[in-house]
Every structure is written in structure tokens, then in C-alpha cells.
């Protein structure tokens, strides 16, 4: 019985020391890596026809930004209509 | 009010619209009647037409009328900043490809004479001009066809010329030139063609001032031999250009320089007429491919309607 219980002591000690061991690598991880962090950009998202963003990891600061990445450029629309208005003529090739 | 016409000219449909204060319908009606005067100097395809008697006459210093002049110097501008892409010395490549005859005509017939010609190219360093007399002199075995050059430059005349009356856009077989803005301010509202559609428009422009034209490949082309054929010639090959681009549409200060433009997209294919566009500050540009994408210039957000 003795022994026994000595084992459960034994386990129970391992998974303090891992648990521990696991705190302190966040922990650390953290710290580093919020140092290394360079800041995120937040003005000249150009706009860009590549659909493939350079994707970074991070674990702890700031969370990343969203980029939008746009094919067409933006429209600003023109002087409120709200229906397109009628063509008067079309452009074409030769016909 | 804006007054409306609508004809035949050039072997294309032609629209002009005028917007004045009230019913002016009288400077309209001129419109048929320059572009008869101009077809009859400028056509290729008439055997009378002073164009036709010019390229008759290579080797031999002619003095032209202030329209031929006029038209010669447009293409020469045009030839020089296209970097020879867009030239009218590709008359001989035209024929050669089949299009020896109106599109009209073209299309009715399903055998065409061969050329053994080589087609000659380059122009502006090759003929001589004398402006004081408005004499010209083409090389020997050079021939001309001004095509949409001359379709171009009489939209902007006849625009221009209707300006005395009030704002005006010429359509000129795609080739459109705006003098100016409606009354009420306003740009024009100019439909883009899908060219796999033709009664739908891809995009709508808002176009106050000077000119937009269509390239491409979509409608006058034939076949030869078994091959497609089109209007478009690569000066490079002598032979219609190979391209990724089925029509480029293209805004300018002027219709002369859209309609250079847009030749110059679609002969350079989508990424080099692209960057071209993007390059020239006075341009903007939407090219359709094949496959039916659309590419954009950034600039013509300027002028899309949305």
C-alpha cells in the first residue's frame, strides 16, 4: 500500500515539473518574441494583383492586420447616382 | 436638349450627338456629308479616292490636300510614339493577309487573291515631306493605309468642328471624341462592348473630355488558308499580331492617340501594353483576354462609373 502511494507522489510531482517546465517556454516565448517583432505596417496596402500574402506567425503582441489585396481598382462612385445610367454610345473595335 | 445621328460612313456605323440649348438638328446633318469629303480623300478601298492615286504614285513627289497632310502627320506622331508599332505602311500586309477588299465584301467571299509582295515596313524615316508645298514623296514599293488612324482623326475634327455649336461626341466605328461636357456638367456616359456579347457592356465610362477608342480582334477578321485572320498587323512580323489580348479600349486626351493606344496594348500583348499604359500618365486602359479576364490600368478608376 505504502508503495503505492509513493507512486501516485512520484506522478503527481512529474506533472508539476511539466507543467512548470511548459509555463516557463510560453512564458519565455513571449517575451522573445514580442521583442523581435517588427510593427505591422498599417498605411500604403497597396493595392496588388498577387493573391499570395508573405504569412507571418506570431505567438504574443499585437494580433496581425488584415491586408486586402484588390485586382480592380476602387471606384469612387460618381456623383451619387444610384443606377447606372444609360450608355448614349459604345465603344468598340471597328464596326 | 442633346440631337442625335446616326450613318454610315468608312464601312462603319457612325453616331454624332450635340448638346445645345435647343433643337439644332441643321449642324448635325453636315456630319455625313465631312465624312463623305474624308472617306473620298483617306479610303484605301476607292479607286478615285486620293489616298488610292497617292500609293499609285510611290517614287513620285505629289502634293496632297490639307486632309492627306493632315492624316500623314497624325501617323507619323503616331508612328514615332508607338516606336513604329502603330504605322500606315502596312498596306502590303494587310493584302497579304486577305484583306484585299472592304470588310463588307470580305465577308461574302471565301477565296481571296494571294500577294507575293513582301510587306514594307517603317515610314517616317523613309518618306520625304515638304510642308511649304505639302508635297510627299513615298519610297518605292511603300503603300499606305490610314485605317483607324483616319477614323480617329475624323471623329476629333468633326467633334471639334460641332463644338462651335455646343458640347458634341463623335462615334467614328468605336472611335469616340468628346469636345466637351454635357450642359449639365456631366461626363458622357460611354458603354464598353463585350466583345463576347455584343449587346452587353462590360463597363460604363464617364468621359468629359477627349477620346476613347477600341482595338481588336473580336469582329473584322477572316479566315485564309484555314487560319483566323485579323486587321490588326504586327509591323514587326508583317503579319497580324499574336497576342493574349482579344480587345484593349483605351481613354487619351485625344481619339488619334486612343486609337494608337489601344493598338499598341493589344499588339504588345497584356503585360507589356498593360505596364505601357501604366506608363504614360495621359492614358488610362482595360484590356479583355481571351479567356474573357479583364485587366485594368489603375487609372481608369478616374473614369469608371460604379
Not at chain 1, 493595392?47 to 485586382?71: A, D, E, N
Not at chain 2, 519610297?139 to 468642328?161: E, I, N, S
Not at chain 2, 464617364?206 to 486587321?231: C, F, K, L, N, P
Amino acid at each position: 500500500m505504502q508503495n503505492k502511494s509513493n507512486f501516485k507522489k512520484r506522478d503527481d510531482i512529474k506533472v508539476i515539473i511539466t507543467a512548470v517546465a511548459l509555463s516557463l517556454t510560453l512564458a519565455f516565448w513571449n517575451l522573445f518574441s514580442t521583442v523581435a517583432q517588427k510593427p505591422v505596417p498599417t498605411t500604403n496596402l497597396e493595392p496588388t494583383v498577387s493573391p499570395m500574402p508573405q504569412v507571418r506567425i506570431l505567438l504574443g503582441g499585437p494580433p496581425p492586420k488584415t491586408t486586402i489585396f484588390v485586382s480592380k481598382p476602387n471606384v469612387a462612385p460618381k456623383r451619387n447616382q444610384q443606377r447606372a445610367p444609360q450608355p448614349i454610345t459604345k465603344t468598340r473595335s471597328s464596326k | 436638349m442633346i440631337n442625335k445621328l446616326e450613318f454610315k460612313a468608312m464601312g462603319c456605323h457612325m453616331f454624332a450627338a450635340l448638346d445645345s440649348p435647343e433643337e439644332h438638328s441643321l449642324p448635325l446633318e453636315q456630319v455625313p456629308g465631312w465624312f463623305e469629303a474624308w472617306e473620298q480623300s483617306l479610303s484605301r478601298f476607292r479607286e478615285t479616292s486620293e489616298l488610292t492615286q497617292f500609293n499609285h504614285s510611290a517614287g513620285i513627289p505629289i502634293q496632297v490636300s490639307e486632309t492627306l497632310w493632315d492624316v500623314l502627320q497624325v501617323a507619323l506622331e503616331s508612328e514615332r510614339l508607338s516606336f513604329g508599332l502603330v504605322t500606315p505602311a502596312i498596306l502590303d500586309a494587310l493584302v497579304t493577309a486577305g484583306y484585299d477588299r472592304t470588310f463588307d465584301q470580305l465577308t461574302q467571299t471565301s477565296s481571296y487573291l494571294r500577294m507575293d509582295r513582301c510587306a514594307s515596313m517603317g515610314f517616317g524615316d523613309e518618306v520625304f515631306l515638304d510642308e511649304s508645298t505639302r508635297t510627299v514623296c513615298l519610297p518605292t514599293g511603300m503603300h499606305l493605309d490610314f485605317g483607324g488612324v483616319a477614323k480617329g482623326w475624323a471623329a476629333d475634327q468633326a467633334a471639334r468642328k460641332l463644338s462651335v455649336f455646343g458640347q458634341a461626341l463623335v462615334n467614328a466605328g468605336g472611335d469616340i471624341a468628346i469636345s466637351g461636357p454635357q450642359s449639365s456638367g456631366e461626363g458622357w456616359p460611354i458603354g464598353i462592348t463585350d466583345p463576347f456579347d455584343s449587346e452587353a457592356n462590360l463597363e460604363i465610362l464617364i468621359i468629359e473630355q477627349g477620346g476613347v477608342a477600341t482595338s481588336g480582334r473580336d469582329y473584322r477578321r477572316w479566315q485564309r488558308d484555314g487560319m483566323w485572320q485579323h486587321h490588326i498587323i504586327d509591323p514587326r512580323m508583317g503579319m497580324p499580331a499574336q497576342t493574349d489580348v482579344l480587345t484593349a479600349t483605351v481613354i487619351a486626351p485625344s481619339t488619334v492617340e486612343a486609337e494608337m493606344a489601344a493598338k499598341v496594348a493589344l499588339i504588345s500583348g497584356s503585360e507589356a501594353g498593360l505596364a505601357w499604359i501604366e506608363s504614360n500618365p495621359v492614358l488610362a486602359g482595360m484590356l479583355v483576354l481571351e479567356d474573357g479576364q479583364r485587366v485594368y490600368s489603375e487609372r481608369i478608376s478616374d473614369y469608371l462609373w460604379s
